[in-house]
């Protein structure tokens, strides 16, 4: 007589997340955990999913993103689990929910008001008590941001920390690692991230050394000062011996297009020579951020009311406006690098402007009868600095030799979502709903530049291995039940850059912790996520 179990994954190939070969197989699950992997036919259970003729995988670990505040608005997680991801990685590029005091905590009411939440915390540690509260579809663990650190202390100015501020920023990681973070975020081409020194990263990265976390790094620049930038992360790493994460690996600007060539060995000489670095990628040829980005770091020098007020100096705006024709600066400059026509803007609210949506700025200046450069600067100022820019700047190639190297892991950069969006529906970017979806058909079913098992692990084993989540990331007995089902035929993104708002296609059932919270597509309502705390390695 079969055996009985709660759930039991039935009538699909078994992808397990570590790159072998799929198996027919079926998956019992009892509560939370999976109980056992077994032949067709041995087991019954209490209820049945039918994976009959999809692929069944470890849910996707999506090792670097945003959701921060987004998951409390929107705990259902929607653009995320429905693409089949069970576990986010938050707190990334310097910028995490906590430590959440002075300018860092006026930064963070700033961000809260566009969700419409309220921030009642002061440490990483109230703000991961907060998420689970509001009980997630998915999975939820942090980094703590250095840039939030810094601005705890010392503000958001240009400043150089003395010896007890310095200290004090210590403490503020060592406290957050204590509570649960998994390592140390660095966001280096964003003011007030970017006045931060070699030797300050390298201070505050010791203090997560202790408790084995990660260094993910948005390193200092990834257009032509791209080995330099990796460099630096590769050094950080090997002085606070910790693990480096560099984040959405690429290079920018068609000038530099093909230096990944280079920056992955030397990523892989760091590796020979003892230092452990990996790092992630997004299957598209365009990033995403602020577009006050674009701006030279002396103009986001003391945060946002200030760099408002220097835009509207026009002795300002010339020294802006030279500055962005210039190659020659210390900063990485985007609109040299690629020119107005490849940054495209979306995120307009005021009525007038709305009509501006996902146009590039060479034509926005056109319709305003002004330079681009003017006109980046007025709409900068019209929005309140609240614009997305998607910058058009990545080689497809380029992609492909990163997504396809041994060391990557597929991430997504983007947000919880849900099909209307979060800050008025309209500023985002398509890796929001379709990353996972996207790199499986694009790169592995249809390219064909690894193979469906290879994508898989890169999505499921590999990111949970290499941030250190226990019990997932595999199909195992004993691993948490953390599973999805797709149809290999169906599988695809439907997001684009002028509709990003759209869930992606094929993905058929969606198991969290052992609660089915999509089913034959569809949200069920689940809320099983759990907010994840790495616990410090016993001596």
């Known amino acids: 007589m079969a055996d009985d179990c709660a759930i039991l994954v039935t009538g699909g190939t078994l992808i397990d997340g570590t790159g072998s070969p799929g198996v027919a197989m079926e998956i019992a699950i009892d509560g939370s955990q999976i109980t056992g992997l077994h032949p067709p036919g041995e087991m019954s259970g209490s209820a049945i999913i039918d994976a009959q003729g999809g692929v069944v995988c470890p849910g996707f670990v999506d090792i670097h993103t945003h959701s921060d505040l987004s998951l409390l608005a929107f705990p259902t997680a929607d653009s995320k689990v429905r693409q089949g991801v069970t576990t986010e990685i938050v707190g990334n590029c310097g910028s995490s929910a906590g430590p959440a005091i002075g300018a860092a905590r006026s930064m963070l009411d700033d961000m809260a008001e566009l969700y419409g939440i ?6 990483l540690d109230e703000y991961l008590s907060r998420l689970s509260d509001a009980k997630t579809s998915v999975n939820v663990a942090s980094l703590v941001g250095a840039e939030s650190v810094r601005t705890s202390v010392l503000g958001e100015a240009d400043v150089k920390p003395s010896k007890d501020e310095l200290l004090m920023m210590k403490n503020l990681v060592s406290e957050a690692m204590t509570n649960g973070a998994y390592g140390l975020s660095s966001g280096l081409i964003y003011a007030p991230g970017c006045f931060a020194s070699t030797d300050e990263l390298i201070a505050l990265a010791d203090s997560v050394s202790p408790f084995d976390g990660v260094y993910a790094s948005h390193i200092r620049g990834e257009g032509r000062t791209l080995l330099k930038a990796v460099e630096e992360a590769i050094c950080i790493g090997k002085s606070a011996c910790v693990k480096v994460q560099i984040s959405h690996h690429k290079v920018i600007g068609f000038r530099n297009w093909g230096l990944v060539e280079q920056s992955l060995q030397l990523i892989q000489n760091a590796n020979d020579a003892g230092t452990d670095v990996a790092f992630d990628v997004y299957p598209y040829t365009a990033s995403c951020t602020n577009l006050y980005a674009v701006l030279p770091p002396w103009v986001q020098d003391g945060g946002r009311a200030i760099m408002i007020n220097r835009l509207r100096q026009e002795d300002v705006r010339k020294r802006i406006k ?16 690629d020119g107005w026509e490849n940054i495209e803007v979306s995120g307009f609210t005021k009525p007038d402007n709305r009509m ?47 997504i396809s190297h041994p060391l990557a892991i597929v991430a997504s950069d983007g947000e919880t979502e849900t099909s209307n969006g979060p800050c008025r529906g309209t500023a985002t970017h398509p890796r929001a709903y379709g990353t996972f979806p996207r790199a499986i058909r694009e790169y592995a079913l249809n390219r064909n530049v690894v193979s469906l098992e290879e994508m898989i692990r890169k999505m499921t084993y590999a990111p949970a291995d290499r941030i250190g989540l226990v019990g997932r990331g595999r199909l195992a007995r004993g691993m948490m039940a953390d599973i999805v089902v797709f149809d290999r035929e169906e599988i695809r993104a439907t997001s684009t850059y002028e509709k990003p708002n759209q869930y992606a296609k094929g993905i058929k059932h969606v198991i969290v912790n052992g609660s089915p919270t999509i089913s034959d597509g569809e949200h069920t309502g689940e809320r099983a996520g759990t907010v994840l705390r790495k616990t410090r390695p016993t001596d």
Not at 376 to 400: K, N, P, Q
């Open 118 to 123: 309220s921030v009642d915390w002061t440490s």
């Open 322 to 337: 030279h500055d962005f024709k210039n190659l020659d600066t210390s900063w990485e400059n985007t609109v040299a690098e």
């Open 356 to 402: 501006l949506e996902h146009r590039r700025m060479t034509e926005i200046g056109m319709l305003r009868g002004v330079d681009p450069a003017d006109a980046a600067l007025d709409i900068l100022l019209e929005e309140g600095f609240d614009l997305m820019g998607i910058f058009h700047e990545i080689d497809d190639d380029d992609v492909m030799r990163v």
